[in-house]
């Protein structure tokens, strides 16, 4: 099993930065990517930016100019740094993470708000 906590939303001014933070525990070998999704309200779940365990960055195309995806192995954790907030980036934001396993399929936290305020 993978475990995943998600941290670091809140309440932010639009312009603002904000930093979130993805700490995985458990079958960590297991896995062999991770990504962030973000869910708005009155809409569906999208694909955010994902990071193979190679390095191998992915974005979607509305946020690829201000959103940065990055990993610490010491800390068994992934970040994505939000820059220049606007307030259509309000969501809960989600971290998951992709096994090896077909069995297995994806594993995914609570998820963490992040609301931008004008």
């Known amino acids: 099993q993978v475990q995943l906590v998600e941290s670091g939303g809140g309440l932010v001014q639009a312009g603002g930065s904000l930093r979130l933070s993805c700490a995985a525990s458990g079958s960590i070998f297991s896995i062999r990517a991770m990504g962030w999704y973000r869910q708005a309200p009155g809409k569906q779940r999208e694909l955010v930016a994902t990071?193979?365990?190679?390095?191998?960055?992915n974005y979607a195309d509305s946020v690829k100019d201000r959103f940065t995806i990055s990993r610490d192995y010491s800390k068994n954790t992934v970040y994505l740094q939000i820059n220049n907030l606007k307030p259509e980036d309000t969501a809960v934001y989600y971290c998951?993470?992709?096994?090896?396993?077909?069995?297995?399929?994806?594993?995914w936290g609570q998820g963490t708000q992040v609301t931008v305020s004008s």
């Open positions: 998951n993470a992709a096994s090896y396993s077909k069995s297995s399929g994806d594993y």
């Open positions: 990071i193979a365990r190679g390095g191998t960055t």
